[in-house]
C-alpha cells in the first residue's frame, strides 16, 4: 500500500509579506515589494499595494524627494519572497574571526589576526577580503567563556598558522538565554566537537 505524498500548503500572501512578481511589465526587471495594502478590488484576484525593497537588503527603495517607489500587482502575478543571496551568503575569513583547527585528535582555537602567503609575497587579503589562498595566522584563545588569551611564558600571546582547508569558522555568542547582550563572549560548540 502506498502513501500519499502530502500537499504543501501554499503561504498566503498578506500585509507584510514579502512577494515578488513573477512578470515583469515591459522592458522592466521583475520587482520585489512588501506588501501595504490589498485592495479587494476583485475578491478573487486582489490587488496587492507593495512598497518596492532591495532584492538582496529588502530595504525601502526611494525615488528622490516624492517618497517610497510604490507599485501595484495582482495577487495571481506574485508570489512570497527569499533573498537567496543573504540567506546562503558563504563565511569567509576576515581579521577577528574565530576559527577550530583539529589536526588528529588535537583541536586548537584561534582568532584570526593576519594572513599570509603560502610562497611568502605580499597578501592582498588585507585590502581585497580573502583571496582563498592564503595561511591564517591566528592567536591562540581558550574556548571557555571570555575566549581569552592563551599566552607564553615570555608574556606573549601563543601564535599558530593554520591551513584554511583544516579550519572551521566558529560562532560566537554575545547574548545570554533571555536573548540580552552580554560582555561574555562564549562559543558556539557542537557536542560532537568536544
Do not use: W
Not at 505524498?5 to 522592466?28: D, L
Not at 476583485?42 to 525593497?53: G, M, N, S
Not at 589576526?113 to 595566522?137: A, I, M, R, W
Request: net charge positive; hydrophobic share 30%; with cysteine.
Amino acid at each position: 500500500m502506498f502513501k500519499s505524498k502530502k500537499k504543501k500548503k501554499k503561504k498566503e500572501i498578506e500585509i507584510g509579506s514579502v512577494i515578488r512578481e513573477m512578470v515583469a511589465s515591459k522592458g522592466k526587471k521583475r520587482r520585489v515589494g512588501e506588501v501595504l495594502m490589498i485592495l479587494m478590488d476583485q475578491p478573487d484576484d486582489p490587488t496587492l499595494e507593495c512598497v518596492e525593497v532591495d532584492p538582496d537588503e529588502l530595504t525601502s527603495r526611494t525615488k528622490g524627494a516624492d517618497g517610497l517607489k510604490m507599485f501595484r500587482v495582482k495577487k495571481s502575478r506574485a508570489k512570497h519572497y527569499t533573498p537567496r543571496k543573504t540567506l546562503f551568503k558563504k563565511k569567509t575569513y576576515e581579521k577577528g574571526t574565530i576559527v577550530r583547527i583539529k589536526r588528529g585528535t588535537s583541536i586548537k582555537y584561534g582568532q584570526v589576526v593576519c594572513f599570509v602567503h603560502p610562497d611568502g609575497l605580499y597578501s592582498t587579503s588585507h585590502e581585497q577580503g580573502y583571496n582563498g589562498k592564503d595561511f591564517l595566522e591566528c592567536v591562540e584563545i581558550s574556548p571557555k567563556p571570555g575566549l581569552a588569551q592563551q599566552m607564553q611564558a615570555d608574556g606573549e600571546p601563543k601564535r599558530f598558522t593554520a591551513n584554511p582547508k583544516q579550519c572551521k569558522i566558529m560562532e560566537v555568542i554575545t547574548t545570554n538565554s533571555q536573548g540580552e547582550d552580554c560582555t561574555v563572549r562564549r562559543l558556539k560548540i557542537d557536542e560532537e566537537e568536544e
